[in-house]
């Protein structure tokens, strides 16, 4: 396997867990034509869940040819004129393949098609009451990334396929609708109690940015330099979405300096939608977001850092992913991972330079925990099977963390320089990675492709093992990396002495580096003080310096590493415990908090449990919360007076369920008259209900399936939905029950609440779920629920390993076996 993995790497081809055991390569289509401009008029039938739709749109001939295709699904097609004549053409469900009359190459022409959509399955997603949601408003509103705008529009659906755009969009009369651009009026029907809202989008952007949002909206309206910048959201919440997008003109401000090019467009809107199946997503002008971030003054201190990266994420974007678009998916990086990264400038410019190096370590582990559990594959590849695929914690967290070293690589002076000339260069275009290169080598003379060959086109990242030995005179410093996966990086190397700090940078690209410094005895020994490389590395070195760095590392990921080490140190002896424990209560970082806290709970010695105890006051909810989970991998039963204590927690919705969660790992039965009286509990995203169906669900284990079904069901908030739904897949194995309930969940409307079934099934490896999972993988479903039903029938069948083909192959032949 690693000999394998090996050969991925240099070849940059994915392993076969990401793209199956024979990959093909993915390439944009061939195109006869170019788009110039799309017009989408839509007339809504909210009640039907219908729509009638007319899209033509302006193309340029490139070669003379006289078949013109756009991608069209799941649609009944009315009519097909070209150049305002009847056109011959075909339709079989996924293309409209229109014959044209003779035209010659730059010839400009138009193509309108008149068509008919009921009850989409995606593109257009219909929300309102139903019997379980009596209360829920009514809204209309689209998604199109990778490939769904093709199912609300006939288009050439591309990100290369970049346009100018406008939408007519006809709704109930109190409604309002948000689309992309500029308003350019609105026209009401009094008789028909109906409206139309006319939006032109006067630059070019990929069909997937092409959206609309509509219902009965609250409107906060906010600016930035004269630009409209406003937020809208279902009545009633007008305060939440102020409070969760606030701060979106500080972020706009400092995009448009850093970047040297200001916000590009006529307005930038924020529309907060029910039932949205991402966090958000940054259509062009005017970004859907999630009304899971709307929230509460309580909810405030914990939600702002989710809210606040929502809203940095969306809004970069507009930059890379809109103005600059990735050329094909295979270059999704370009949108993403700066998206990412560039959340994280703004988190360090408005929250400090410990939360940057917080929030860049937390994007470090979560790709570092995908490459180990679940695929290796280079940043940018075409080795895929759909393109929703590439959507993972390689494309935004890692990419991220490799523009972290690339900025590092450069400094601050070039790698602005550089993003401005790449931006300025390159907008109103689609890009791919060579087109960044080349605009780095353009600005500042620095030939980055080496660089870009190791991190970017090639997976893993290295693996250092690094020994410390100061024999009275020297500081001698070992630093090997696995053979199997050698990268060349340079290597801050940082000594502190009591007479000051000292600082080195080593090129490390070999097996096997001795660096020797003469020094005074150092106190602590910090290895890429600033964790800026990428990589997993193994240090040793005394007790004494793992104890300086903990108090003294101004690094907050420093602090948390020498914790991890001494809660390791000696088995976690009771004085190591004190040493944490101090630490935890000292640092002024919650987040330092949350992971020190952490360790003392796998420590589970008295010590260890007396500091956690201390830990219920620390002062952020977060920081709270990470205590009372320690306390509940305890499971000593003499902590429940304390932590129940925080089911009263006046300044946090997070703590509460957190101790629900506690109590139930408790096994104490005592405890379940207090959890079923959190049931009633309202906060948050239901958070704390949440909670307690978890709590319960841990104290009951098989004979929690009743109730676990009963919060499941369809009528109570999709997040306790999800949380009993994964629960029902760890006890309600072996229990048909829980199996048809979860068969029965995973063909739900909501795509997250598929997710959370799919997810289930597969924990379940029961064959009888195999036939709603090879429905699910069929189109006309969300990309990542087709990805997640494939690994459920991989765990369902572990002799597939990885290659789904087998499968398929052999189901084909059982098929005409059957025959």
Same mark, same amino acid.
């Given at each position: 396997?690693?000999?394998?993995?090996?050969?991925?790497?240099?070849?940059?081809?994915?392993?076969?867990?990401?793209?199956?055991?024979?990959?093909?390569?993915?390439?944009?289509?061939?195109?006869?034509?170019?788009?110039?401009?799309?017009?989408?008029?839509?007339?809504?039938?909210?009640?039907?869940?219908?729509?009638?739709?007319?899209?033509?749109?302006?193309?340029?001939?490139?070669?003379?040819?006289?078949?013109?295709?756009?991608?069209?699904?799941?649609?009944?097609?009315?009519?097909?004129?070209?150049?305002?004549?009847?056109?011959?053409? @075909?339709?079989?469900?996924?293309?409209?393949?229109?014959?044209?009359?003779?035209?010659?190459?730059?010839?400009?022409?138009?193509?309108?098609?008149?068509?008919?959509?009921?009850?989409?399955?995606?593109?257009?997603?219909?929300?309102?009451?139903?019997?379980?949601?009596?209360?829920?408003?009514?809204?209309?509103?689209?998604?199109?990334?990778?490939?769904?705008?093709?199912?609300?529009?006939?288009?050439?659906?591309?990100?290369?396929?970049?346009?100018?755009?406008?939408?007519?969009?006809?709704?109930?009369?109190?409604?309002?609708?948000?689309?992309?651009?500029?308003?350019?009026?609105?026209?009401?029907?009094?008789?028909?109690?109906?409206?139309?809202?006319?939006? @032109?989008?006067?630059?070019?952007?990929?069909?997937?940015?092409?959206?609309?949002?509509?219902?009965?909206?609250?409107?906060?309206?906010?600016?930035?330099?004269?630009?409209?910048?406003?937020?809208?959201?279902?009545?009633?919440?007008?305060?939440?979405?102020?409070?969760?997008?606030?701060?979106?003109?500080?972020?706009?401000?400092?995009?448009?300096?850093?970047?040297?090019?200001?916000?590009?467009?006529?307005?930038?809107?924020?529309?907060?939608?029910?039932?949205?199946?991402?966090?958000?997503?940054?259509?062009?002008?005017?970004?859907?977001?999630?009304?899971?971030?709307?929230?509460?003054?309580?909810?405030?201190?914990?939600?702002?850092?989710?809210?606040?990266?929502?809203?940095?994420?969306? #809004?970069?974007?507009?930059?890379?992913?809109?103005?600059?678009?990735?050329?094909?998916?295979?270059?999704?990086?370009?949108?993403?991972?700066?998206?990412?990264?560039?959340?994280?400038?703004?988190?360090?410019?408005?929250?400090?330079?410990?939360?940057?190096?917080?929030?860049?370590?937390?994007?470090?582990?979560?790709?570092?925990?995908?490459?180990?559990?679940?695929?290796?594959?280079?940043?940018?590849?075409?080795?895929?099977?759909?393109?929703?695929?590439?959507?993972?914690?390689?494309?935004?967290?890692?990419?991220?963390?490799?523009?972290?070293?690339?900025?590092?690589?450069?400094?601050?002076?070039?790698?602005?320089?550089?993003?401005?000339?790449?931006?300025?260069?390159?907008?109103?275009?689609?890009?791919?990675?060579?087109?960044?290169?080349?605009?780095?080598?353009?600005?500042?003379?620095?030939?980055?492709?080496?660089?870009?060959?190791?991190?970017?086109?090639?997976?893993?990242?290295?693996?250092?093992?690094?020994?410390?030995?100061?024999?009275?005179?020297?500081?001698?410093?070992?630093?090997?990396?696995?053979?199997?996966?050698?990268?060349?990086?340079?290597?801050?190397?940082?000594?502190?002495?009591?007479?000051?700090?000292? @600082?080195?940078?080593?090129?490390?690209?070999?097996?096997?580096?001795?660096?020797?410094?003469?020094?005074?005895?150092?106190?602590?020994?910090?290895?890429?003080?600033?964790?800026?490389?990428?990589?997993?590395?193994?240090?040793?070195?005394?007790?004494?310096?793992?104890?300086?760095?903990?108090?003294?590392?101004?690094?907050?990921?420093?602090?948390?590493?020498?914790?991890?080490?001494?809660?390791?140190?000696?088995?976690?002896?009771?004085?190591?415990?004190?040493?944490?424990?101090?630490?935890?209560?000292?640092?002024?970082?919650?987040?330092?908090?949350?992971?020190?806290?952490?360790?003392?709970?796998?420590?589970?010695?008295?010590?260890?449990?007396?500091?956690?105890?201390?830990?219920?006051?620390?002062?952020?909810?977060?920081?709270?919360?990470?205590?009372?989970?320690? #306390?509940?991998?305890?499971?000593?039963?003499?902590?429940?007076?304390?932590?129940?204590?925080?089911?009263?927690?006046?300044?946090?919705?997070?703590?509460?369920?957190?101790?629900?969660?506690?109590?139930?790992?408790?096994?104490?039965?005592?405890?379940?008259?207090?959890?079923?009286?959190?049931?009633?509990?309202?906060?948050?995203?239901?958070?704390?209900?949440?909670?307690?169906?978890?709590?319960?669900?841990?104290?009951?284990?098989?004979?929690?399936?009743?109730?676990?079904?009963?919060?499941?069901?369809?009528?109570?908030?999709?997040?306790?939905?999800?949380?009993?739904?994964?629960? /029902?897949?760890?006890?309600?194995?072996?229990?048909?029950?829980?199996?048809?309930?979860?068969?029965?969940?995973?063909?739900?409307?909501?795509? /997250?609440?598929?997710?959370?079934?799919?997810?289930?099934?597969?924990?379940?490896?029961?064959?009888?779920?195999?036939?709603?999972?090879?429905?699910?993988?069929?189109?006309?479903?969300?990309?990542?629920?087709?990805?997640?039903?494939?690994?459920?029938?991989?765990?369902?069948?572990?002799?597939?390993?990885?290659?789904?083909?087998?499968?398929?192959?052999?189901?084909?032949?059982?098929?005409?076996?059957?025959?």
């Amino acid at each position: 396997m690693a000999c394998d993995q090996y050969l991925w790497r240099i070849m940059g081809v994915p392993d076969a867990r990401f793209a199956g055991a024979t990959p093909k390569p993915q390439y944009a289509p061939d195109r006869n034509f170019r788009t110039l401009h799309v017009r989408i008029a839509l007339d809504i039938d909210i009640e039907k869940k219908s729509v009638l739709g007319e899209c033509t749109t302006t193309l340029k001939s490139l070669n003379g040819k006289d078949i013109l295709a756009m991608d069209a699904k799941g649609m009944k097609i009315v009519a097909v004129k070209f150049n305002n004549k009847t056109a011959r053409h @075909k339709y079989d469900g996924s293309k409209i393949e229109i014959t044209t009359p003779k035209v010659n190459p730059d010839d400009v022409v138009s193509v309108s098609v008149k068509y008919k959509i009921t009850e989409p399955k995606l593109g257009i997603y219909f929300v309102g009451p139903d019997k379980h949601y009596p209360k829920k408003a009514k809204q209309v509103w689209s998604h199109g990334e990778t490939e769904d705008a093709r199912y609300w529009f006939p288009t050439q659906d591309t990100p290369d396929c970049k346009a100018t755009s406008e939408t007519l969009i006809t709704v109930p009369n109190t409604f309002t609708v948000i689309s992309n651009g500029g308003l350019v009026k609105v026209t009401e029907n009094k008789s028909a109690k109906r409206k139309t809202f006319h939006w @032109k989008m006067s630059k070019p952007h990929s069909p997937y940015l092409i959206s609309f949002a509509a219902g009965e909206f609250d409107e906060v309206k906010d600016n930035w330099r004269g630009i409209p910048v406003n937020y809208y959201c279902e009545k009633g919440r007008g305060d939440e979405i102020k409070r969760a997008f606030g701060k979106t003109p500080a972020m706009i401000e400092f995009f448009s300096k850093k970047i040297g090019v200001k916000y590009p467009y006529e307005k930038y809107a924020q529309v907060s939608v029910i039932d949205f199946i991402f966090g958000g997503m940054e259509h062009t002008t005017c970004t859907t977001q999630t009304d899971m971030v709307l929230h509460d003054e309580i909810a405030h201190e914990e939600v702002q850092y989710s809210a606040d990266g929502l809203a940095a994420h969306e #809004l970069a974007h507009q930059w890379f992913g809109d103005l600059l678009t990735c050329k094909d998916w295979s270059h999704a990086w370009l949108n993403e991972s700066f998206a990412t990264y560039f959340d994280s400038l703004f988190q360090r410019e408005d929250k400090g330079e410990g939360y940057f190096q917080w929030d860049s370590y937390m994007n470090m582990l979560s790709y570092l925990a995908e490459d180990k559990d679940k695929w290796r594959r280079p940043i940018s590849t075409n080795m895929f099977k759909r393109s929703g695929d590439l959507f993972d914690r390689h494309l935004y967290q890692k990419g991220a963390c490799v523009l972290r070293m690339l900025h590092e690589t450069l400094g601050d002076e070039l790698w602005w320089k550089a993003v401005n000339h790449y931006v300025e260069k390159n907008k109103n275009r689609p890009v791919e990675t060579l087109d960044f290169i080349q605009a780095i080598e353009e600005a500042t003379g620095q030939n980055m492709k080496k660089f870009f060959d190791q991190w970017v086109f090639s997976s893993g990242h290295p693996e250092y093992k690094v020994l410390y030995h100061w024999d009275g005179k020297e500081a001698i410093i070992r630093v090997s990396q696995n053979p199997e996966l050698l990268f060349s990086v340079k290597m801050k190397i940082e000594l502190t002495t009591k007479n000051g700090v000292k @600082k080195f940078e080593e090129t490390v690209d070999g097996k096997e580096h001795q660096f020797r410094y003469k020094t005074d005895e150092p106190l602590m020994l910090r290895v890429d003080p600033d964790n800026v490389v990428l990589k997993k590395m193994d240090v040793s070195k005394p007790m004494a310096m793992w104890i300086y760095q903990l108090e003294f590392d101004p690094n907050p990921v420093g602090r948390m590493q020498a914790a991890a080490v001494i809660s390791r140190m000696e088995n976690g002896t009771e004085a190591d415990a004190e040493i944490l424990g101090k630490a935890m209560l000292k640092d002024k970082f919650w987040g330092v908090q949350a992971d020190i806290a952490s360790y003392l709970g796998h420590m589970r010695n008295r010590k260890s449990v007396e500091y956690l105890k201390k830990g219920l006051a620390l002062h952020h909810p977060l920081a709270r919360r990470a205590v009372v989970t320690a #306390l509940g991998t305890v499971k000593d039963p003499t902590l429940l007076k304390d932590v129940k204590a925080l089911l009263d927690d006046k300044r946090s919705y997070t703590v509460p369920a957190e101790v629900c969660r506690t109590l139930g790992k408790t096994k104490d039965p005592s405890v379940e008259p207090l959890l079923h009286s959190m049931l009633n509990r309202e906060s948050w995203t239901d958070i704390i209900r949440a909670g307690a169906i978890e709590g319960l669900a841990h104290l009951h284990g098989m004979e929690s399936l009743d109730l676990l079904i009963k919060y499941a069901s369809p009528g109570y908030y999709e997040r306790t939905r999800m949380m009993a739904i994964r629960h /029902l897949g760890i006890y309600g194995k072996g229990h048909k029950k829980a199996l048809d309930f979860l068969i029965e969940a995973a063909r739900d409307k909501y795509a /997250l609440i598929q997710l959370a079934a799919v997810s289930s099934l597969g924990f379940m490896q029961d064959e009888r779920a195999i036939p709603v999972l090879e429905e699910l993988i069929k189109e006309g479903h969300d990309s990542r629920v087709q990805r997640a039903a494939e690994d459920a029938i991989k765990s369902i069948y572990p002799w597939l390993d990885t290659d789904m083909e087998t499968y398929r192959k052999s189901k084909q032949l059982e098929k005409k076996d059957a025959a």
